[in-house]
């Protein structure tokens, strides 16, 4: 169950960078109603089952809401060193000498 919980959160990080909102939110639920299908099965409560499979969404949006934060701070980082970059290189050519 450790090892199922992880490999959701680090699918929902990386989905946060990868696919949009409604995507993710049709997937989470699927995962969070399997795995309380498979918690119940297991011989569970229904209430137990109910709880784990809140539990496992509830993971699972937020680490797309980190991995969609953790992108889209590399994504600004980026384009303000491509931004910088230009910027230098226009200001060293108008303070050139033309002669």
Known sequence: M???TL???VISIAAGAAIRAWAF???AFLVAI???SVA????SSVIAAVLSG???LVLMEIGYLAGVFVSGLLRRSAKLRENKSV???VATSRERPQG
């Open 87 to 89: 910027a230098d290189n």
């Open 7 to 9: 490999v959701a959160a």
């Open 34 to 36: 399997g795995f309380g």
């Open 2 to 4: 450790l090892i199922t």
């Open 54 to 56: 809140i539990a496992i």
């Open 25 to 27: 939110a049709v997937f």
């Open 40 to 43: 119940f099965a297991d011989g």
